[in-house]
């Protein structure tokens, strides 16, 4: 009692405070967006609650990631979502305007709305849900904002935390907490009725912050799933050059920016330094300058972390110069005239000539088909201290000789998962001269570097195997199956109830979801009796309490229904029951949804009422019938 009491003071305030910080927050965005400064342009809006798309009809999942690698590792899972339950909507935000490039890019041809994620204040938090109304919502990695998770639009709605992950430090910086900020981080935690980890270690962690261990689940890292199909082990780089052959197949069809990137590695031995950071350019500038005259057609590909910074690293490489190669009998001055260094901008639409030195690829997108071509990769954001990695498996999974540096935060147990299988399949280096060593040694050693591909693309392939598949039948089984549906506010609207049972049907009758279907037939119960309460929010009762009360509570209501808390254990034969009604509510009463049905229709002329009734009424026929039929899906 006093750790939720702390927590409730400490929740206060930190609410108070952003509340107070929120105005001047929007006018800084308001200030940024006037000057150009602010990479979500237009967008800028949304951080502050305000859509920019209209909600679709029907039930809503929310995914949120934070960043550009978090999104990546969402792809693949709401991919498998849309195929699973083509008739759910998605919402996908995050927080960074690169990050929803990438995601818009990603679900351009689908029904995915990608938006920019609200700012952690009270006023945008509320903006947010109060138009989008989710009805589960799936948070990736390590998303924890106190006015978000613990808003009360949010009570009543499932969340799962996915890919959940925290760093040793972390944990003991929270955990030393105890006192001040512990008991919100626990509350915060507590409120997941899902958490996937990377790690059984990962897991403990969440544990011992407040996570219920029944809901804690190990099911693999989607780092590992976030590309595949574009290697094949065994292909061959001769002389280190871009590899044209193997992956021409996996890409063919792409266009001509595939044929772009293809013509500008060509006949190369090429390595490409992936997502890196201000600082890092230097050393691998100081690598190329040194191997130039060490390796014949050397081309270096520089993928930045963030694009906007491209033109400025072109301009840096560019005003620098080489050193000369080593004195030699009979050498000209010309010869030993030191040479600027030449430098191609993908942007800008720079062509790569037989002389250039650096390709700057700073284009969105485009770092997987770079990983299907060029054989030998560094991944950046790993050579200098405080920057803390970036995911070492996605080269790796398209059959990348993979290279790191020694800072790599939390990626550190992806390097581990993958040399455990493979020893050679990541070659970590302490600073940037064994940096120049290992490619080096890589670029003119051909067995060498294509052991390394192979290693890292077998160790990756054990890694993806079956994890979005595991991560989904989670998600599936304790988000989507628990999923209820807001109901619409209205004041004694016969329409807007029977729309809200239509809705709050597409629930299984069969399984985990039985007890649901007997809170529903309460509701509806208390729907003829009482028709305001049609103005019952997010799927509570008349006197507002939840359809599931977060403490297990039994809801009474016409069918005396008794449903206990999600964060009870979990298991395939569903939730445990109590009280005599509790199997008589597991059933319609079809007399009474019926007549709730009836009282829709009256309230229509051929309007929105009739159709929703008519969709209702088919529902009921259809689970009276055939009770195990698809219930997100609708009737068959």
């Known amino acids: 009692m006093a750790d939720a009491a702390a927590g409730?003071?400490?929740?206060?305030?930190?609410?108070?405070?952003?509340?107070?910080?929120?105005?001047?927050?929007?006018?800084?965005?308001?200030?940024?967006?006037?000057?150009?400064?602010?990479?979500?342009?237009?967008?800028?809006?949304?951080q502050l609650g305000e859509p920019s798309a209209k909600r679709p009809d029907g039930p809503l999942l929310w995914f949120h990631a934070v960043s550009v690698g978090e999104s990546a590792i969402a792809i693949p899972l709401v991919r498998k979502c849309m195929q699973q339950r083509p008739r759910l909507k998605i919402l996908f935000t995050t927080r960074n305007a690169l990050a929803l490039s990438v995601v818009s890019k990603a679900f351009s041809k689908t029904h995915v709305i990608c938006q920019l994620a609200p700012l952690d204040s009270p006023a945008a938090v509320a903006r947010f849900l109060a138009h989008w109304c989710p009805n589960a919502a799936a948070f990736m990695e390590q998303e924890l904002w106190p006015n978000l998770l613990l808003s009360p639009l949010l009570h009543?709605?499932?969340?799962?935390?996915?890919?959940?992950?925290?760093?040793?430090?972390?944990?003991?910086?929270?955990?030393?907490?105890?006192?001040?900020?512990?008991?919100?981080?626990?509350?915060?935690?507590?409120?997941?009725?899902?958490?996937?980890?990377?790690?059984?270690?990962?897991?403990?962690?969440?544990?011992?912050?407040?996570?219920?261990?029944?809901?804690?689940?190990?099911t693999g890292n989607l780092k590992f799933a976030t590309m595949g199909g574009h290697g094949s082990s065994g292909r061959s780089s001769?002389?280190?050059?871009?590899?044209?052959?193997?992956?021409?197949?996996?890409?063919?069809?792409?266009?001509?920016?595939?044929?772009?990137?293809?013509?500008?590695?060509?006949?190369?031995?090429?390595?490409?330094?992936a997502s890196t950071h201000a600082g890092e350019e230097e050393a691998i500038l100081r690598v190329h300058c040194n191997l130039k005259h060490r390796i014949s057609r050397l081309l270096t590909v520089v993928v930045p972390r963030d694009p906007a910074r491209g033109a400025a690293i072109g301009k840096f490489l560019s005003s620098q110069l080489h050193h000369p190669p080593p004195l030699q009998p009979g050498m000209t001055a010309e010869e030993l005239r030191p040479k600027a260094v030449t430098v191609a901008v993908r942007s800008k639409g720079q062509a790569v000539r037989s002389d250039t030195d650096f390709y700057v690829a700073d284009t969105i997108g485009e770092l997987t088909l770079l990983y299907s071509m060029i054989p030998l990769a560094f991944v950046g954001g790993s050579l200098l201290p405080g920057l803390g990695g970036h995911n070492i498996a996605e080269p790796a999974v398209s059959s990348c000789a993979v290279l790191t540096g020694p800072h790599l935060g939390h990626f550190a147990s992806v390097l581990q998962q993958l040399q455990q299988v493979a020893p050679l399949s990541v070659w970590q280096v302490a600073d940037e001269h064994e940096l120049q060593t290992a490619v080096e040694q890589l670029l003119t050693n051909e067995a060498q570097l294509n052991a390394r591909r192979i290693a890292a693309q077998r160790a990756a392939a054990s890694g993806t195997e079956g994890v979005v598949d595991e991560v989904w039948e989670a998600l599936d089984f304790a988000i989507l199956q628990r999923m209820t549906v807001p109901v619409v506010a209205s004041s004694g609207d016969r329409a807007a109830a029977a729309a809200a049972a239509a809705a709050?049907?597409?629930?299984?009758?069969?399984?985990?979801?039985?007890?649901l279907t007997g809170v529903l037939q309460a509701r509806l119960d208390r729907i003829e009796s009482f028709p305001a309460a049609a103005g019952a929010m997010h799927g509570a009762g008349v006197d507002g309490a939840p359809l599931i009360s977060p403490a297990g509570a039994s809801q009474g209501g016409s069918a005396g229904v008794s449903v206990t808390s999600p964060t009870t254990p979990m298991s395939r034969e569903g939730w445990s029951r109590s009280g005599a009604g509790s199997n008589s509510?597991?059933?319609?009463?079809?007399?009474?949804?019926?007549?709730?049905?009836?009282?829709?229709?009256?309230?229509?002329?051929?309007?929105?009422?009739?159709?929703?009734?008519?969709?209702?009424q088919?529902?009921?026929?259809?689970?009276?019938?055939?009770?195990?039929?698809?219930?997100?899906?609708g009737p068959k």
């Open 504 to 515: 709050a049907l597409e629930l299984r009758e069969d399984g985990p979801d039985a007890e």
């Open 8 to 46: 409730a003071v400490i929740q206060g305030a930190y609410r108070a405070a952003t509340a107070v910080a929120s105005p001047w927050v929007a006018i800084g965005l308001w200030q940024r967006a006037l000057l150009g400064l602010d990479s979500a342009g237009s967008r800028w809006r949304e």
């Open 238 to 273: 001769r002389e280190g050059e871009a590899d044209r052959g193997g992956a021409r197949g996996g890409a063919r069809g792409r266009g001509g920016k595939e044929e772009e990137l293809r013509q500008a590695v060509r006949g190369r031995r090429v390595w490409l330094a």
């Open 156 to 218: 009543r709605v499932p969340i799962a935390l996915l890919n959940a992950r925290m760093t040793q430090s972390t944990f003991d910086r929270w955990h030393a907490m105890d006192g001040l900020f512990l008991p919100l981080i626990s509350a915060m935690v507590a409120r997941f009725d899902l958490i996937t980890t990377t790690s059984t270690e990962q897991g403990l962690r969440y544990q011992r912050l407040g996570a219920n261990p029944m809901l804690t689940r190990f």
């Open 585 to 616: 509510g597991a059933k319609f009463k079809s007399s009474s949804v019926k007549q709730a049905v009836d009282g829709g229709k009256a309230d229509g002329t051929g309007g929105p009422g009739d159709e929703l009734a008519v969709r209702l």
């Open 618 to 633: 088919a529902r009921i026929d259809k689970i009276e019938t055939d009770p195990k039929c698809d219930a997100l899906d």
